[in-house]
């Protein structure tokens, strides 16, 4: 087993008596051949500072950790002191870290430029394969045996929180390394565990998203016409938004009809504005797009892009650019009809061969891509077997109705195969609960409240 190598750590004061303190490592890019190189990964840590007068640092207790994995793949965690649940955990007594998961953030990050040093696609691409959740759990192992090491085996095992993604790591943490868990929560994050390729899951996800977009245009019912006109306007002016074709543009503002707290309004106040633009001038002003071009992130995000579909992937399947395939099973999707009373419908999430096509910081990537989707024998992920009759670390989750991202039923079967999982279904709370203002208290407190509960 590997050992992550910590290179630095700084610690500084913030208001509040607190102590953040940021930490450098150095992992194995391919942890089972420790040889092919190295990465190094950022993450940082919060914890109360209240050392009482008169006591050497030596004679402290060290406190329990809890590992924060964020959702993605291919996003950077903020800073501790932005997330609404951080006291909250503070106030369990825990010390939290919060880390760049392998590719983002500090963590070695991936950008086209830095792919394009390993040499081409191919190389890109074998790269690549080692940034999904079983490498990311193997580096999380390293820094939990680096920082416990001089600690009672005992007080050796941390918690782990996952948000959307950052489940699905966990779930590969509690089938490949649960001897190193006290507990975990995961929100909105139980991933398709005997799901192989992505097919299943995005024929759930059009369902969802089909079902968003009738609730927006139902809030919004004006912005039938006004998307319209504006799509109309790039068709007919053959005018490109920056770096983007007018069929993508359907696919950007999707994201934010998500499962978002106020995703729906985030779009109307976009659509709104382009088609003002319009109405008043005959074309799109600058900070208009500059507010559009802030909705997207692939440019600045590859690795969300390159890898979406791979995240799902097991034994030998190929996704196959799987969400494009499938939509033609979802024919609404298709329509940029200008012409009929039809309204046109963004997508969300999903990821397109287009984009490669579209995106600045993607086009050099098409080829990686396509390699990425076309190839088998990837890893298992999850092992069920093991999930479903010996796993002994408690798990409470929280299950979101009108997820979008996750789907509900899909994460209501895994929530069954998974011994020991106690969870919270509600549909007051979207997918990024943990993060909206006035529900990620409740929902930590609601994980908690499950913690806390003795059954019969």
Not at 20 to 27: D, K, L, R, T
Not at 198 to 219: F, G, I, M, T, W
Not at 291 to 314: C, K, R, V, W
Request: charged share 25%.
């Amino acid at each position: 087993m590997s050992v992550a190598k910590l290179v630095s750590k700084r610690a500084h004061q913030v208001p509040g008596k607190l102590t953040i303190s940021e930490h450098f490592f150095e992992v194995p890019l391919n942890h089972a051949s420790p040889l092919d190189g190295s990465l190094r990964l950022f993450a940082r840590s919060i914890e109360r500072f209240e050392k009482p007068v008169g006591v050497v640092e030596e004679e402290t207790k060290p406190l329990p950790w809890l590992l924060y994995l964020q959702g993605g793949p291919g996003f950077p965690c903020r800073s501790p002191q932005n997330y609404g649940w951080t006291e909250k955990a503070l106030d369990k007594g825990y010390q939290i870290m919060f880390l760049d998961q392998r590719g983002t953030g500090l963590s070695s990050t991936v950008t086209e430029q830095t792919l394009a040093r390993l040499g081409g696609p191919m190389a890109q691409a074998t790269y690549l394969r080692h940034f999904r959740a079983d490498s990311i759990v193997e580096d999380c192992e390293a820094i939990r045996r680096n920082l416990t090491a001089e600690q009672p085996e005992e007080k050796q095992k941390w918690s782990i929180i996952g948000q959307s993604f950052g489940g699905f790591c966990c779930l590969n943490y509690l089938s490949t390394h649960p001897e190193g868990l006290r507990e975990a929560f995961i929100l909105g994050g139980l991933a398709p565990i005997v799901v192989e390729q992505p097919d299943p899951v995005y024929q759930n996800l059009y369902h969802k998203v089909a079902e968003r977009n009738r609730s927006y245009y139902a809030k919004y019912p004006e912005d039938i016409q006004r998307v319209k006109n504006i799509i109309h306007y790039l068709q007919t002016e053959k005018v490109k938004l920056p770096d983007l074709l007018f069929d993508v543009w359907t696919k950007i503002l999707g994201v934010w009809t998500d499962s978002l707290a106020g995703g729906i309004d985030a779009v109307h106040e976009i659509i709104l504005r382009l088609d003002s633009d319009l109405e008043y001038y005959g074309y799109f002003t600058r900070p208009t797009l500059s507010g559009f071009e802030s909705t997207q992130g692939f440019d600045d995000n590859p690795l969300y892009a390159l890898m979406h579909e791979a995240i799902y992937l097991q034994g030998r399947h190929a996704s196959n650019w799987s969400a494009d395939r499938v939509m033609k099973d979802h024919p609404v999707f298709m329509n940029l009809s200008t012409s009929n009373d039809e309204p046109i419908y963004f997508t969300g999430e999903m990821i397109y061969p287009s984009m490669f096509r579209d995106y600045t910081q993607l086009r050099n990537l098409a080829p990686t891509a396509d390699i990425l989707a076309q190839m088998t024998d990837w890893p298992a992920l999850y092992n069920p077997d093991r999930l479903a009759h010996t796993n002994d670390v408690p798990v409470y989750a929280s299950i979101y109705v009108d997820d979008m991202y996750v789907s509900y039923d899909l994460a209501r079967e895994t929530a069954a195969r998974v011994r020991n999982c106690k969870t919270f279904i509600t549909n007051a709370m979207y997918h990024d609960a943990i993060g909206a203002a006035g529900k990620s208290e409740e929902v930590f407190r609601r994980l908690f409240a499950l913690r806390e509960d003795v059954l019969d």
